[in-house]
């Protein structure tokens, strides 16, 4: 364990919308370092977003991660030479970086032409709480509720 905690990185916000946790998520979405192509993704989805839900594109965002975002989630851990799932409540920050990661992660996987109609597809349906990450949520939920029972062996 460190004798110090690293300090914490101040994000500016972003040019368009002059919000950090756009910041965050296109600090997540980029890859190789570029940095102006992921805000152009994030960028392009939101106006696909606005051309075909007719909403402010930033409230549908935020409203989408917070439907995909999970409050709990399994540890494994070993008592007695047996595993067992614990479940465990998340810091906030976790919550944040594991519910972007999830909708990114999952609008990768989708079959459209561009990511950033990719992205914009998931994100709508995060917003109408349907999508492969707002499964993944519910399945995260249901696994803690599972092994509730082993929530005694929490560390």
Same mark, same amino acid.
């Given at each position: 364990m460190r004798k110090s905690k690293p300090k914490k990185r101040i994000i500016l916000p972003d040019p368009k919308f002059n919000d950090v946790m756009v910041t965050k998520f296109v600090n997540n979405l980029m890859l190789q370092g570029k940095k102006t192509t992921a805000f152009q993704i994030f960028y392009e989805s939101m106006d696909i977003i606005k051309t075909k839900l007719d909403q402010n594109p930033i409230e549908v965002w935020k409203? &989408? !991660? &917070?439907? #995909? $975002?999970? &409050? !709990?989630? #399994?540890?494994?851990?070993? *008592? =007695? =030479? &047996? $595993?067992?799932? *614990?479940? $465990?409540? !998340?810091?906030?920050?976790?919550?944040?970086? #594991?519910g972007m990661k999830n909708l990114i992660n999952f609008s990768r996987k989708r079959h459209e032409k561009t990511m950033a109609s990719k992205l914009a597809a998931e994100i709508m349906a995060a917003y109408k709480e349907e999508g492969a990450a707002f499964k993944r949520k519910e399945d995260t939920h249901r696994m803690a509720e599972a092994n509730k029972a082993f929530s005694h062996f929490r560390f």
């Open positions: 409203q &989408a !991660l &917070a439907n #995909v $975002t999970p &409050a !709990l989630e #399994v540890k494994s851990r070993r *008592i =007695g =030479g &047996a $595993t067992f799932q *614990i479940p $465990t409540e !998340l810091r906030p920050e976790r919550k944040q970086s #594991v």
